[in-house]
């Protein structure tokens, strides 16, 4: 992942249910429709979350990671992580304790600066030349 | 010579009531967690039981009307024991030990029902009887315990509500053996896993039908569920397809693991159930309640679909909209096929790793 792209850190509201849910989604959609969204949730005022709420966290994994991206999780409260236990979803998002934890871990683990623009089986590779030899 | 026993059954001492991390004081069970079943009884019945095999010949329970109330199964369980409602059970103690004296009872056993002790009672008492003090408490390694051997007679000096304002003048007895305080919910797991462990003397009720597997009567497992030795499954409960129970988990009566849901070092306390593809780890739950031990915080699940109550709600397999579980309904005996072969197209129908 290139980490030219920014970071963006998103406070959760205290109350992760379908109302609430719903308004929160729609804020961050534009942000998970950027390419490679880089999101940083800071859960440190949810104090609720129930079905709803997971199912919108997982609908916003889903869409940065079908660009390449990714969300994670900071500063959960244990109720919070407990929860996410629960439903099996603590396996799914990388949870940090503070919020400069859960940044500094997309830059950690950033892919080489220049890509590879070649596929193997090209020319430059001469896979010929082996194959003669 | 005859021998009594006043056995002190109160929530005074919060000893149900779970402390979370938001400061918020709430009750896991509205029971003192004596009352609540451990692998298919109260600590308090398995304790008052271990005092009549040593022959005591006159149990007295003292609690509250409040306590009682929450505790409905608890007097059709202890017929050998007579129980008094009072409003302060602990002051209460010496008026049903001058009661004893006028019966010709010479020494009685006080205890609280927040201790599990496996001892030699009868070694309690005669170190009693030797020492000449007048009152004798238990003591274990951690400290001094709610357990006393009282002269009857000599009742004026036993001050039970000040916890040990007498020790001066009581003799100490030792107990080497299993001892464990009921003081917070986790502590009934603890119990629990040292129970299936065989850690302790305390049994599961029903039969071992695996070694290291308990299932009590009407217990329904689905043939690709798999339950992991040791493990305990309750009176009339049912676990169901693709749910697993492993690691020192116990399931206690009437109660639902659906299907898919995971239940690993933990207990489910009697009248739960949870429902489809859960991960229930470390944890003690009851009805909509979920303790985690490994968070130390105590979740309210509102959403019944998740947990709730069992029974509460209409039964789907019987379509009872009274949502009243006939136990009758239930096969006595329980629906495990432990010797049936599995057909060799049924992936997972390994009912159980001993």
Known sequence: MNPSYP????????????????????????????????????????????????????????????????VKLAAVSPASVAILELMRVDRLF???????????????????????????????????????? | MGLGAVVVLTMEKDTGVYAGTDGQQQPLVAQPLGCVDVLGRPI???????????????????????????????????????????????????????????????????????????????????????????????????????????DCADFSRFDLEKMGAADGDAASYFIAGYVHRLLHPGDLRAIIADSLRGICAMRPCGQEVRPGIWVDEGAEIDRRARIVAPAYIGCH?????????????????????????????????????????????????????????????????????????????PNEETNDPSGNRERAAHPVVSKIQPEAAPERWQLGANLIQG
């Open chain 2, 237 to 313: 409960t049912r676990v169901r397809e693709d749910a697993l129970v492993t690691r020192c988990s116990s399931i206690e009566r009437d109660c639902c693991i659906d299907f898919g849901t995971i239940v690993e070092d933990s207990s489910i306390l009697a009248n739960t159930r949870v429902g489809i593809w859960l991960d229930v780890r470390h944890a003690v739950a009851s009805g909509n309640k979920l303790l985690s031990l490994k968070h130390d915080v105590l979740l309210r699940i509102a959403d019944p679909n998740v947990m709730r109550f069992n029974g509460i709600l």
């Open chain 2, 44 to 150: 308090v019945e398995r304790t008052i039981q271990h005092l009549l095999n040593a022959g005591v010949e006159k149990v007295t329970l003292l609690t509250s009307k409040d306590v009682f109330r929450n505790c409905p199964s608890l007097a059709n369980r202890l017929d050998k024991v007579e129980v008094q409602l009072v409003d302060n059970p602990y002051s209460a103690v010496n008026h049903m030990l001058s009661r004893y004296a006028e019966d010709g009872i010479d020494q009685a056993f006080v205890l609280a029902d927040n201790v599990y002790a496996e001892t030699d009672l009868l070694d309690f008492v005669y170190f009693h009887r030797e020492a000449k003090k007048g009152i004798t408490r238990a003591f274990d390694q951690e400290g001094p315990l709610d357990l006393w051997v009282v």
């Open chain 1, 7 to 70: 970071v963006v850190v998103m406070e959760v509201p205290s109350a992760l249910n379908n109302l609430e849910g719903q308004a929160f989604f729609q804020e961050i959609q534009p942000l998970l429709e950027t390419d490679r969204p880089r999101i940083v949730l800071d859960c440190s005022q949810l104090q609720h979350v129930d079905s709803a709420g997971i199912e919108i966290l997982l609908h916003c994994i889903e869409e940065a990671m079908k660009r390449d991206g990714d």
């Open chain 1, 94 to 133: 990388e949870i940090f304790d503070t919020v400069e934890e859960a940044t500094r871990s997309f830059h950690a683990v950033a892919a080489p600066e220049t890509p590879q623009t070649l596929p193997w089986y090209s020319g430059n590779y001469r896979l010929g030349e082996a194959k003669a030899s």
